[in-house]
């Protein structure tokens, strides 16, 4: 059975910095495509990065691009999104998901129903 906890959420004014952790089963984290989602009150999952296995190459959705960070450290079996420069609109529940069926990034990568595994998620309020 996969597992995954998110942890790092918050409350934090327009400007400042979160880093939310995902921890991973320890046989899953270096085998899959991991990603972030995110979730406002009355609006669809959004997805907001992902990164490979291997390489770790990485994608970022356009509304988060130079100011999100992916990162993973096999070796703590731990996905990481360092989150800069934050905006009342990226106030969401943020999950980090498994896609089981990928190891390498395509154009689909941020739709949520591909992936096998969800995290509970992690409040992240940006706001004044």
């Known amino acids: 059975q996969v597992q995954l906890v998110e942890s790092g959420g918050g409350v934090v004014q327009p400007g400042g910095s979160l880093r939310l952790s995902c921890a991973v089963s320890?046989?899953?984290?270096?085998?899959?495509?991991i990603a972030w989602f995110r979730q406002a009150p009355g609006k669809e999952r959004e997805g907001v990065s992902c990164i490979t296995p291997s390489d770790s190459s990485t994608s970022y959705a356009d509304s988060v691009k130079g100011r999100f960070t992916i990162s993973r450290d096999n070796a703590k079996n731990t996905v990481y999104l360092q989150m800069n420069s934050l905006k009342p609109e990226d106030t969401a529940v943020y999950y980090c998901?498994?896609?089981?069926?990928?190891?390498?990034?395509?154009?689909?990568?941020?739709?949520?129903?591909?992936?096998?595994?969800w995290g509970q998620g992690t409040q992240v309020t940006v706001s004044s």
């Open positions: 320890r046989f899953t984290l270096p085998y899959y495509n």
């Open positions: 998901a498994v896609d089981v069926d990928s190891r390498v990034i395509d154009s689909m990568w941020s739709m949520s129903g591909r992936y096998d595994y």
